[in-house]
Structures are given as structure tokens and as C-alpha cells.
């Protein structure tokens, strides 16, 4: 157990680090656009594999300096909408949506600082979501989610327009770049 939360500790301060030297760029809230984030590839960002019993933490995320340039964060909160933090924090991964295909390019972690296990069951409740803001909009191809959560992809700002559905997993989304909101359940 002390050797886990020392790893933990150490992760946690490598990755405070690494995305201070590489100053990462904050979601947009309330319609502010954040910088546009770098085009290209770069170096995919890998998770340690997972099973129910452990949740999925921003700690856990394994992000090279090269995938930090281009990783943006957004800690929501229930029943809310827009990012309340844009920087790395401690909290549950909820989504990650990515800029390409097969989860590549830039992407968004949203995490929600007050879980500890997980979403709730079901798609009828309000775990928060944001808007993308311009920079990020109709740029998303692909999402993941985590730890019982589902996210829902809406072509207009603050959840309006046609909607994607939930998704859990969709490595090229029949919605593809065309997300400029999403929601969380």
C-alpha cells in the first residue's frame, strides 16, 4: 500500500512538471476559445491496463512530453456545465476525446474531481460536460470512456443541435467532427 501511493505520488509530481514546462493550453469556458492545438500525430498517450476494481485517476494517465503539448483537461462537476479546471489534477477520468481516428491527435481528458468509483447507472443524469470552444470544436474522431461513464457529443454549443447518442468506445464516430459540446452520464 505505501509503495502504490509513493508511485502515485511520484507520477502525480513527474506529470505537475512535465505540463509545467510544456504550458499547457486551457479549454475554453463560457464561450472563450482556447489556442488551437498542435496538428500531427505526435506520440499517442498509453493507459495502464485497468480492471474494475481500479479506477482509472489522472495520475494513472501516462502522457509522454511530446503527447502533454497537445492534451487538454476538463474537470466537471454534477449537475454543471463547463470546465471548472483546465490543468491536470487529481480526480476520475470520465472521457477522453481525441482529434483522429483510432484515438489519435490532440485530446481532451475530462475528469471529475469528487469520484472516486465511477459514473452512476444509466444515461438519465447530469455528470457534467462542457463547451469544446473554438479551437476544439468540430475537431473530435474519436472517445473512450471510463469507469461505468458515457458521454453524449451535441453539434451545437451548451448541449443544443443533433446529438450523437451515447457513446461508450468509438475509435471513428459516424458523428465525426462535428462535436462542439458534449455530456456526460
Same mark, same amino acid.
Given at each position: 500500500m505505501r509503495t502504490t501511493t509513493r508511485h502515485r505520488t511520484i507520477r502525480t509530481s513527474v506529470a505537475g512538471a512535465v505540463v509545467s514546462l510544456v504550458g499547457l493550453v486551457s479549454l475554453g469556458l463560457g464561450g472563450t476559445s482556447a489556442a488551437a492545438a498542435p496538428d500531427g500525430d505526435g506520440t499517442p498517450v498509453q493507459v495502464e491496463a485497468v480492471t474494475s476494481e481500479k479506477p482509472v485517476m489522472v495520475e494513472d494517465? $501516462?502522457?509522454s512530453a511530446a503527447?502533454?503539448?497537445?492534451?487538454?483537461y476538463c474537470a466537471v462537476?454534477?449537475?454543471t456545465f463547463g470546465c471548472k479546471n483546465a490543468k491536470p489534477g487529481t480526480g476520475l477520468v470520465v472521457a477522453r476525446l481525441y482529434q483522429h481516428k483510432d484515438f489519435g491527435g490532440f485530446q481532451v481528458v475530462v475528469f471529475n474531481p469528487a469520484y472516486r468509483v465511477g459514473c452512476s447507472g444509466g444515461t438519465g443524469d447530469n455528470e457534467g460536460g462542457a463547451n469544446l470552444?473554438?479551437?476544439? /470544436?468540430?475537431?473530435? /474522431? /474519436?472517445? $473512450?470512456?471510463?469507469? /461505468?461513464c458515457d458521454v453524449k457529443l451535441y453539434n451545437g454549443n451548451? $448541449?443544443?443541435?443533433?446529438?450523437?447518442?451515447?457513446?461508450?468506445?468509438?475509435?471513428?464516430?459516424?458523428?465525426?467532427?462535428?462535436a462542439n459540446s458534449f455530456r456526460i452520464s
Open positions: 494517465l $501516462k502522457i503527447a502533454a503539448r497537445s492534451t487538454y462537476r454534477d449537475g470552444g473554438s479551437a476544439l /470544436s468540430n475537431r473530435v /474522431s /474519436s472517445v $473512450k470512456t471510463y469507469n /461505468s451548451n $448541449k443544443t443541435g443533433a446529438t450523437s447518442g451515447f457513446i461508450h468506445r468509438d475509435n471513428l464516430l459516424a458523428f465525426n467532427d462535428r
